[in-house]
């Protein structure tokens, strides 16, 4: 894998000449964030060696390198998914890439569904922990001592720091965000009632189907991390709803002017 992060860069910096500091995942609905960078490169993934392709409606699929406020920045246009067809270490490959880069924190977000009552449709979540249900994981097999320690410490998966930051912000900007633990399950299929109920009893306040393994990798490497979600449709007993992808793309769209407020000023002011 080191050769394959190798001749990927190698690829990336003949085209670019880029050194980020802050490394941004944009999940369903999240890609328009883009607009807040002064973009100097854009390399889709379809050219870069050994990338995957994102195959989800809402996933543009490109590398987007450029500065918000002198501050340098790649950000992922669409991730790529356990359920499209890749195994972990192809999803969480960009993230490996983006570290050999140069940078030293990632923020994270995503589209999820809340089984915590105290959310709604449109509620940004800080996520503070995680639980991994998925069935593969991203560091099983082979370790390679030069990307990271064979037995990781996840006791802090998400910045203490970076959310106490985020918080102030919200507080400053008058952006109503909540806390909250993300249960990450295989998909593509949405939840059904009685699992719901399972996440809820489980400890998690809300569920998707992505996130987890780039922070177990980015973890893996020391990389700085924040993650945030939006609530785009409910699993309380009394408050399910039949949902489909464009209600979820929908209900993100209506938040990320929000989400992008909020992951702009952390960039700006971290």
């Not at 980020?20 to 889709?44: A, K, M």
């Not at 633990?181 to 949405?190: D, E, K, N």
């Amino acid at each position: 894998m080191l050769n394959q992060i190798y001749e990927t860069c190698e690829y990336i910096i003949k085209k670019t000449n880029f050194n980020p500091e802050f490394g941004v995942v944009l999940g369903s609905g999240l890609g328009n964030f883009v607009d807040d960078i002064n973009i100097e490169f854009t390399l889709p993934y379809s050219e870069i060696p050994n990338f995957p392709v994102s195959t989800v409606s809402g996933h543009k699929g490109a590398l987007i390198f450029g500065t918000i406020n002198n501050k340098k920045v790649v950000a992922m246009q669409g991730r790529f998914h356990y359920y499209e067809g890749y195994n972990m270490k192809e999803v969480t490959f960009p993230i490996r890439v983006m570290k050999q880069l140069g940078i030293s924190k990632l923020i994270v977000s995503n589209a999820s569904g809340g089984v915590n009552s105290n959310y709604k449709v449109g509620s940004i979540v800080l996520i503070k922990d995680h639980v991994n249900m998925l069935p593969e994981h991203p560091l099983r097999g082979f370790n390679d001592d030069r990307l990271g320690p064979r037995f990781v410490n996840m006791s802090e998966p998400y910045s203490l720091k970076m959310i106490k930051k985020v918080k102030e912000i919200a507080q400053k900007l008058n952006i109503e965000v909540e806390e909250g633990v993300y249960i990450a399950l295989q998909g593509p299929t949405y939840e059904t009632l009685s699992e719901y109920k399972m996440i809820k009893n489980i400890g998690g306040d809300c569920v998707g189907m992505s996130t987890v393994p780039e922070v177990i990798v980015a973890r893996h490497m020391n990389l700085e991390t924040f993650g945030i979600s939006v609530i785009t449709d409910m699993g309380t007993e009394n408050n399910i709803v039949e949902v489909s992808h464009e209600e979820v793309l929908k209900a993100a769209k209506m938040a990320e002017p929000k989400v992008r407020a909020l992951i702009k000023e952390l960039i700006i002011n971290y």
